[in-house]
């Protein structure tokens, strides 16, 4: 089934704050709303569902008015919503009951790439204060997907600004139904003899919400339950399997057939990168919606051809067809695309939201994603690693995979000369070499805002206060090259700081540590998203300069990261030599809090302290 949500999507949010403020889990008594929440859903014999909500509000705090300011439930065309009752309660006693006046249906707005038929409902309550309690009825007729067989329904139970005071939910199915839970020890579940009902129902009030938390954070475990009538992918996702192949097994249209003839011969790799920049160049990524709801339903080879556009199921399935006419061995895979991925308790529809191809290349798995606006061979886009993957053999099979993390590379590699002056300037030159998520960062600016903007981001880069800098680099496109060089020439009006007729040098390499030394002392809970693993390699040399202190090496060893410090002098002056290897993605809160990390903490911050130092010129 379409993933469900038994939680209210509130029309406002929490604004983020920033690093530097205190963090922590919100105290009940500050929550805005509270909610009493019964929803009673019926899974019928045509995988359909029927579903009562009665969700009662009280408002707390002045936010508690504008988060209820509007409710929406938008839904597909295929659905339908019916209000049965609704109205506000005033401290006074008094009740205004919701008038059809206050109740509109419309057509939803269009997702983001993409064009649809939903609609979209809305109720806006009057007269709102602190102390009303608004109650309204719904009932919602769930259509089937096409092609669906097996029910999924999640209910998640993920930080938000309600306060619920209880929470009952029942679902019954004419078939037996399993389920499975991730920290809901704040319930109880209950299923029938027959195993045809499950019933749960919150013990006590829960309130889980978290403020000033970073903005690269998340919390990442919440209460969780899903409910399915089979823990088989095959189960849920045969059924698509079969459709795909049948759709791969047509001839391919007229112009992907060309391009498939003109690779002919090329090694693999090559070719690979030719079709996927076929595919970029000659369609846009659109999700059309209009004609039909076709859920994980891709359109025919020809279709797509003729439409040059497609969402992320037509244009993996143009590739796998491409590749395979190739010689190529590729597969379809169903996938959560996002950069963070919860495990699946159990398989289905609401487990993944995303299409991309598994290819034997040279011996090694690619995951392609023809939907973005590049292509970096021999890589996993972050929002693609670290999650389990659903891929749907030409044999009709349907095989769990776990989709790794990407090793560290070399991300960045600079070699800067900075030859200082008497009065704290300096002269810059700095050659770097660029690869990985920096250089599709550097692309995907230049695509949407121009190299000229690239290029002053890159300026703002090269020292306290950047003078008359230049960017020498050959333009950016869709195939990222396995090493992108960057040549900047700048001055800095205040390279050093004079002191007493001495200099001092600051590399500022201390913040990244200092950082996490504040997430443990304001209570921060959230778990920190770092990207991609990756290597950056640095080497500096201070033309002129005479180091005060002796030679330094240093170093830190951790599972999360490593370091490698060194400064010696030579016949130009001093040089730095700095490494960073990080080996994670995320950070946990059990992480950071820890002691060893907090010994990497003081190594690291230890060994960039070193570096900041005294100077003669």
Same mark, same amino acid.
């Given at each position: 089934?379409?993933?469900?949500v038994?939680?209210?999507?509130?029309?406002?949010?929490?604004?983020?704050?920033?690093?530097?403020?205190?963090?922590?889990?919100?105290?009940?008594?500050?929550?805005?709303?509270?909610?009493?929440?019964?929803?009673?859903?019926?899974?019928?014999?045509?995988?359909?569902?029927?579903?009562?909500?009665?969700?009662?509000f009280?408002?707390?705090?002045?936010?508690?008015?504008?988060?209820?300011s509007?409710?929406?439930?938008t839904?597909?065309?295929t659905?339908?919503?019916?209000?049965?009752?609704?109205?506000?309660?005033?401290?006074?006693?008094?009740?205004?009951?919701?008038?059809?006046?206050?109740v509109?249906?419309?057509?939803?707005?269009?997702?983001?790439?993409?064009?649809?038929?939903?609609?979209?409902?809305?109720?806006?309550?009057?007269?709102?204060?602190v102390?009303?309690?608004?109650?309204?009825?719904?009932?919602?007729?769930?259509?089937?997907?096409?092609?669906?067989?097996?029910?999924?329904?999640?209910?998640?139970?993920?930080?938000?600004?309600?306060?619920?005071?209880?929470?009952?939910?029942?679902?019954?199915?004419?078939?037996?139904?399993?389920?499975r839970?991730?920290?809901?020890?704040?319930?109880?579940?209950?299923?029938?003899?027959?195993?045809?009902?499950?019933?749960?129902?919150?013990?006590?009030?829960?309130?889980?919400?978290?403020?000033?938390?970073?903005?690269?954070?998340?919390?990442?475990?919440?209460?969780?339950l899903?409910?399915?009538?089979?823990?088989?992918?095959?189960?849920?996702?045969?059924?698509?399997?079969?459709?795909?192949?049948?759709?791969?097994?047509?001839?391919?249209?007229?112009?992907?057939?060309?391009?498939?003839?003109?690779?002919?011969?090329?090694?693999?790799?090559?070719?690979?990168?030719?079709?996927?920049?076929?595919?970029?160049?000659?369609?846009?990524?659109?999700?059309?919606?209009?004609?039909?709801?076709?859920?994980?339903?891709?359109?025919?080879?020809?279709?797509?051809?003729?439409?040059?556009?497609?969402?992320?199921k037509?244009?993996?399935?143009?590739?796998t067809a491409?590749?395979?006419?190739?010689?190529?061995?590729?597969?379809?895979?169903?996938?959560?695309?996002?950069?963070?991925?919860?495990?699946?308790?159990?398989?289905?529809?609401?487990?993944?939201?995303h299409?991309?191809?598994?290819?034997?290349?040279?011996?090694?798995?690619?995951?392609?994603?023809?939907?973005?606006?590049?292509?970096?061979?021999?890589?996993?886009?972050?929002?693609?690693?670290?999650?389990?993957?659903?891929?749907?053999?030409?044999?009709?099979?349907?095989?769990?995979?776990?989709?790794?993390?990407?090793?560290?590379?070399?991300?960045?590699?600079?070699?800067?000369?900075?030859?200082?002056?008497?009065?704290?300037?300096?002269?810059?030159?700095?050659?770097?070499?660029?690869?990985?998520?920096?250089?599709?960062? #550097?692309t995907?600016? +230049?695509?949407?805002?121009? =190299?000229?903007?690239? !290029?002053q981001?890159?300026? /703002? $880069?090269?020292?306290? @206060?950047?003078?008359?800098c230049?960017?020498?680099?050959?333009?950016?496109?869709?195939?990222?090259?396995?090493?992108?060089?960057?040549?900047?020439?700048?001055?800095?009006?205040?390279?050093?700081?004079?002191?007493?007729? #001495?200099?001092?040098? +600051?590399?500022?390499?201390? =913040?990244?540590?200092? !950082?996490f030394?504040?997430? /443990? $002392?304001?209570?921060? @809970?959230?778990?920190v998203?770092?990207?991609?693993p990756?290597?950056?390699?640095?080497?500096?040399?201070?033309?002129?300069a005479?180091?005060?202190?002796?030679?330094?090496?240093?170093?830190?060893?951790?599972?999360?990261?490593?370091?490698?410090?060194?400064?010696?002098?030579?016949?130009?002056?001093?040089?730095?030599q700095?490494?960073?290897?990080?080996?994670?993605?995320?950070?946990s809160?059990?992480?950071?809090?820890?002691?060893?990390?907090?010994?990497?903490?003081?190594?690291?911050?230890?060994?960039?302290?070193?570096?900041?130092?005294?100077?003669k010129?």
């Open positions: 089934m379409r993933p469900t038994s939680r209210l999507a509130l029309a406002a949010a929490l604004a983020c704050a920033s690093q530097a403020a205190s963090a922590s889990r919100q105290p009940l008594a500050e929550a805005p709303l509270a909610l009493q929440s019964s929803i009673r859903c019926q899974h019928n014999a045509d995988n359909s569902l029927d579903c009562t909500t009665r969700n009662q009280t408002i707390l705090k002045p936010a508690g008015k504008d988060y209820l509007r409710i929406d439930f839904y597909p065309d659905d339908t919503l019916e209000v049965l009752d609704g109205e506000v309660r005033q401290q006074d006693g008094r009740v205004i009951r919701l008038d059809k006046s206050q509109e249906t419309r057509a939803a707005p269009n997702p983001y790439a993409g064009v649809s038929r939903d609609k979209q409902t809305w109720l806006a309550f009057p007269e709102l204060a102390g009303s309690v608004v109650r309204y009825e719904v009932r919602h007729h769930i259509a089937a997907p096409p092609l669906s067989r097996e029910l999924l329904y999640r209910l998640d139970f993920d930080p938000e600004p309600v306060r619920y005071d209880s929470y009952r939910f029942e679902l019954s199915s004419p078939r037996p139904l399993l389920w839970s991730e920290a809901m020890e704040g319930f109880r579940i209950h299923a029938a003899a027959d195993g045809k009902a499950i019933t749960v129902e919150q013990q006590g009030t829960r309130y889980l919400n978290f403020t000033n938390e970073w903005n690269n954070a998340a919390i990442r475990r919440w209460p969780r899903s409910i399915a009538t089979s823990d088989s992918p095959q189960q849920h996702f045969g059924v698509y399997a079969e459709r795909y192949n049948q759709i791969l097994a047509a001839p391919l249209p007229p112009a992907a057939a060309a391009e498939v003839a003109r690779q002919q011969g090329k090694p693999a790799a090559e070719q690979v990168a030719a079709f996927m920049q076929h595919i970029n160049s000659r369609y846009r990524y659109l999700n059309d919606q209009r004609l039909a709801e076709r859920g994980l339903v891709p359109f025919t080879l020809a279709e797509i051809e003729q439409h040059g556009y497609g969402d992320c037509d244009l993996a399935t143009l590739l491409m590749l395979r006419r190739a010689g190529i061995v590729a597969e379809p895979v169903l996938v959560f695309r996002g950069n963070f991925a919860p495990a699946p308790l159990l398989p289905g529809l609401g487990t993944v939201n299409m991309i191809v598994r290819a034997a290349v040279d011996g090694k798995t690619e995951w392609l994603d023809p939907t973005n606006p590049f292509f970096a061979a021999d890589r996993i886009m972050p929002d693609l690693q670290e999650r389990i993957a659903y891929r749907i053999g030409a044999d009709g099979q349907v095989r769990a995979d776990n989709i790794p993390l990407q090793a560290p590379t070399v991300s960045s590699r600079v070699r800067r000369m900075e030859t200082l002056r008497r009065d704290g300037s300096a002269d810059i030159v700095s050659d770097s070499e660029l690869s990985g998520w920096p250089l599709i960062e #550097l995907m600016q +230049d695509r949407y805002q121009g =190299s000229s903007s690239s !290029d981001s890159i300026c /703002r $880069g090269v020292g306290s @206060q950047p003078l008359n230049k960017v020498e680099r050959a333009a950016t496109g869709f195939l990222q090259p396995e090493r992108y060089p960057v040549r900047i020439a700048s001055q800095d009006a205040r390279a050093v700081e004079k002191i007493s007729g #001495l200099y001092l040098y +600051d590399p500022q390499l201390e =913040s990244r540590w200092n !950082d030394d504040s997430y /443990r $002392g304001n209570d921060n @809970q959230a778990d998203y770092l990207g991609d990756e290597i950056q390699e640095r080497t500096v040399t201070l033309k002129g005479k180091a005060i202190q002796p030679p330094l090496s240093c170093h830190a060893r951790s599972r999360w990261f490593d370091l490698d410090l060194s400064q010696r002098a030579d016949a130009g002056g001093i040089r730095y700095y490494r960073l290897s990080r080996k994670v993605r995320w950070l809160h059990d992480d950071i809090v820890s002691q060893e990390f907090a010994e990497l903490s003081r190594q690291a911050r230890g060994c960039a302290t070193q570096v900041r130092q005294i100077l010129l």
